[in-house]
């Protein structure tokens, strides 16, 4: 395997952590689990995301892909912090339950457009 493999290979492996972490804990609050979430639940995700971001950043690089000039990775870029900024509503929001499960279910969906901007390198997503 090459470096831009293993970056590429971490770089997925990233962005499937980062939902399974986001399911795990979502899943725990729609059962409403009695005890809170322990620490690593609450700090990993953090980690993770950021390990997500940088891989990415790292690969646009390698690739000489400015996301200004190359749509796919710009809307990527947006969706990603919109898909971070959701993933922290979902477990912060104050008021009514439905609203972090609103905010839970928007995350999953904006996840599932990602990975179809990855897959089909346009700035579509699902619609291409
Ligand atoms: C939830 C967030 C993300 C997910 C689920 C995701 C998913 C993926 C997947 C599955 C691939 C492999 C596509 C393929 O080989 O066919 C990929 C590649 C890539 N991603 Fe991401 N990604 C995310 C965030 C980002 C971010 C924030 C950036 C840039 C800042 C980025 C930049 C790239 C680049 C440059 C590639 C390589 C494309 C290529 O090989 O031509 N990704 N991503």
Do not use: E
Not at 56 to 85: C, F, N, Q, T
Not at 107 to 123: G, K, N, Q
């Amino acid at each position: 395997m090459n470096p831009f493999d293993v970056l590429l290979a971490s770089h997925v492996l990233m962005a499937t952590l980062s939902v399974c972490l986001l399911v795990f804990r979502g899943s725990r609050r729609l059962i409403q689990h009695p005890l809170p979430d322990p620490r690593w639940l609450r700090i990993t995700p953090h980690v993770v995301d950021t390990l997500l971001l940088l891989t990415g950043i790292s690969l646009a690089w390698i690739l000489g892909l400015d996301p200004r000039v190359v749509s796919w990775l710009g809307v990527k870029l947006l969706l990603i912090v919109v898909y971070i900024v959701l993933g922290l509503l979902a477990f912060r929001l104050p008021g009514p339950r439905g609203l972090r499960i609103g905010a839970f279910i928007l995350a999953l969906l904006v996840f599932a457009d990602i990975v179809a901007i990855a897959i089909t390198r346009s700035p579509w997503g699902f619609w291409a």
